[in-house]
């Protein structure tokens, strides 16, 4: 059994939309991974749904990082039955920053920008600080 010397840490989830940093054990740089749910709609029930991932980095993980990625996706994905899944790398120029726990928002803006970046033609909604300290950023899953 393959041990995770890379870790993930989940920043925002919607209920499309999951959003992880990626900490490397084997470089000070971070990498970014954003899993959108397409939620097609099937012509038959057994045509299952289709997830894409974005590997999202200013440089070239290593060998061992990219397969703790892999792996993770898999761990994520493998038990969906009806769900196939592709992930694309996606190169930026710079390393996101955000000043966690205070500017949170500047996650939702990154991830409408990379969105948009990857031709997907999704509006998140409005957010605020408040709404990381829950396990889900959607506002119709808090209890009011």
Do not use: W
Not at 47 to 75: A, K, M, P, T, W
Not at 116 to 136: A, Q, W
């Amino acid at each position: 059994m393959r041990v995770f010397r890379t870790r993930f840490r989940r920043i925002l989830r919607l209920h499309n939309i999951e959003f992880f940093q990626i900490v490397l054990s084997d470089d000070d740089r971070g990498a970014f991974l954003l899993v959108y749910d397409e939620e097609r709609v099937a012509q038959k029930p057994d045509d299952g749904n289709h997830i894409r991932l974005f590997l999202i980095s200013n440089f070239e993980l290593s060998d061992s990082s990219c397969q703790d990625v892999l792996s993770f996706n898999d761990d994520l994905l493998g038990m969906k039955p009806n769900c196939s899944y592709f992930m694309d790398i996606l190169r930026v120029e710079e390393e996101f920053d955000y000043d966690f726990p205070f500017h949170m928002l500047a996650v939702r803006d990154y991830i409408q920008e990379i969105l948009s970046t990857v031709g997907i033609d999704e509006k998140l909604p409005n957010l605020k600080n408040t709404d990381f300290n829950y396990l889900s950023q959607d506002r119709s899953c808090h209890i009011q």
